[in-house]
């Protein structure tokens, strides 16, 4: 048992790396600390716990990972008046590296639910699919589909058990049920927001300006699925951690469609940089 007047919070707050226990002509009892001596074994001599007992360290090693874990893409959705625009990028990357152009940034949880990934793609790929489960447990046990409220307030619960752990996630969970059309965003600490329009990742803010311009309820779907597209097309021109294939879905009343896949760089040359004023010439 912990001896009295020491809480076991506070033992895990000590930082025990000075003990010194390679010193082979000293008595290690000796050398531990009151709180670690408690937990010895009486039939296994010098018996102490492990390195992970050190919380302090294990929280300045989460500190320095978080300083150089350089990460960016760009996802956004918004609410129309007949359905749910997502639009999202595709590239990977790690500080200046980039790892991969063809990352499928949108988790189909079900039919009628869509989940988009910015942060850590494991973070986001492992807890958006666990909820694909538990949505269809949900519908085993109730014998009807979870709405988008509790599906997003699933992952929101999830993620909050591990709040300062590491994660690294900001996801919108998007669908249609009985109450219309539902947009959510959820990060790693277990936020959990209701709205119309988001933008999660390193090129949101230039994605904001594009449909902060263009966005009205009354879109039609080509409208609004044209407006997603060339909202992320203007944040992978500009933020260097974001491009590769542009993809756009559209969530109806029955169901979520993949409306578009379309590398960045077509786009750029054979649509938008056409429509771009040339240079003035100074001569």
């Keep these: 048992m912990i001896k009295s007047g020491k809480s076991f919070s506070s033992i895990l707050d000590e930082d025990y790396s000075s003990i010194n226990l390679r010193n082979e002509n000293d008595d290690l009892e000796n050398n531990l600390p009151m709180e670690l001596s408690v937990y010895q074994n009486e039939h296994v001599d010098h018996f102490v716990l492990p390195p992970s007992i050190n919380n302090v360290g294990f929280l300045q090693q989460k500190q320095e990972l978080e300083k150089s874990f350089a990460k960016g893409t760009t996802t956004l959705g918004f609410v129309f008046n007949k359905g749910i625009v997502i639009a999202v990028d595709s590239r990977a990357s790690m500080g200046n590296y980039i790892s991969s152009q063809n990352v499928k940034k949108v988790i189909e949880i079900n039919p009628y639910l869509l989940g988009t990934m910015a942060g850590g793609a494991a973070d986001c790929q492992f807890w958006e699919r666990y909820l694909g489960m538990e949505c269809r447990l949900y519908e085993l046990r109730n014998k009807r589909r979870i709405s988008v409220a509790a599906a997003s307030k699933l992952l929101s619960n999830m993620v909050y058990q591990y709040k300062d752990y590491g994660l690294s996630m900001g996801t919108m969970i998007a669908g249609w049920d009985h109450t219309g059309p539902n947009l959510f965003m959820?990060?790693?600490?277990?936020?959990?927001?209701?709205?119309?329009?988001?933008?999660?990742?390193?090129?949101?803010?230039?994605?904001?300006?594009?449909?902060?311009?263009?966005?009205?309820?009354d879109l039609t779907e080509e409208e609004a699925c044209e407006l997603g597209r060339r909202a992320i097309y203007h944040a992978t021109h500009r933020d260097a951690y974001s491009g590769g294939i542009i993809n756009v879905y559209l969530i109806r009343e029955d169901g979520w469609t993949k409306i578009s896949s379309t590398d960045m760089n077509e786009l750029h040359y054979n649509v938008y940089a056409k429509d771009k004023q040339p240079p003035i010439s100074l001569d």
Excluded at 197 to 215: E, H, M
């Design 186 to 217: 959820v990060d790693n600490d277990g936020t959990r927001l209701k709205g119309t329009r988001f933008s999660v990742g390193s090129g949101s803010l230039f994605a904001y300006g594009v449909l902060d311009q263009g966005y009205r309820p």
